[in-house]
């Protein structure tokens, strides 16, 4: 099996692909994930084979993070770009009972609600997209998008 295939088998999640299933790909369908379509960035714009100062140039700069890969033969780096897709902020109130102990009957305490503990929070949902590049040689292989969800909540 070549380089080339061992590494986007490697990219695209230790899937083993054979050379013909690697030309039948569709070199322009963007990877991702399952459940939500990532938006178009300058990846869209990249070529199979284009060299490095190129990729950067459309990429707007140096990736946030470089993974170099270990390959039998030349040099392989991942390249990892995070873009911001949304970020919004929702208000919640929850509500809790308020408990207290109260004298019963034959001096046993019993536990009753007197009252409600309302406490108001922020959600902060943040989407990012993470365009991976995977670099052979100075020279563009393929991509991979993951969109990530987190929610904070303060």
Known sequence: MNT????????????TLS?????????????????TAALPGPEAQLKLAMPAADVLRI????PDRIKPLEVQKGRAEVWAYDRSVSETVEQIESTTPKMESIPGPNGVPILTQTGVNIEHRQVHHITTDVVELLMFNDHFVTRKITRHVENRIY
């Open 19 to 35: 050379p013909v299933a690697l030309r039948a790909a569709d070199p322009t369908k963007k990877p991702t994930t399952p459940d």
């Open 4 to 15: 080339r295939i061992l590494l986007t088998a490697f990219l695209l999640g230790g899937v």
């Open 59 to 62: 990429m707007g700069g140096k």
